[in-house]
Nanobody, 125 residues
Framework: QVQLVESGGGSVQAGGSLRLSCAAS????????VGWFRQAPGKEREGVAA????????YYADSVKGRFTISQDNAKNTVYLQVNSLKPEDTAMYYC??????????????????WGQGTQVTVSS
């Protein structure tokens, strides 16, 4: 059974940082794509970053380039999202998701077939 478990969310002031973690278990592939999505109240879920664990290729939404960094620790089956210079508009529930591989459609929800339960990030001004 595939499980993706997020952690590391919290409440920070604008300009602060957090490191979100996505721990995967039971995944049926040796290498796979892990995407990070976020959903703010009243808004659609959007993709913010993705990484292919087989080669380390990374993908970012324009809105987070230069502030967010996605990385992996294969020994721990964990993907991280370092979020820096946080803004109030980054407030959202952050989810990680798994897909067999990354592609130009990494930012689409329907690309992924496994999802975690989410971790809340709240940024105050």
């Amino acid at each position: 059974q595939v499980q993706l478990v997020e952690s590391g969310g919290g409440s920070v002031q604008a300009g602060g940082s957090l490191r979100l973690s996505c721990a995967a278990s039971g995944y049926p592939y040796n290498n796979y794509c892990v995407g990070w999505f976020r959903q703010a109240p009243g808004k659609e879920r959007e993709g913010v970053a993705a990484i292919y664990t087989g080669g380390g290729s990374t993908y970012y939404a324009d809105s987070v380039k230069g502030r967010f960094t996605i990385s992996q620790d294969n020994a721990k089956n964990t993907v991280y999202l370092q979020v820096n210079s946080l803004k109030p508009e980054d407030t959202a529930m952050y989810y990680c998701a798994g897909a067999p591989w990354c592609a130009g459609t990494w930012y689409l929800e329907r690309w992924y077939n496994y999802w975690g339960q989410g971790t809340q990030v709240t940024v105050s001004s």
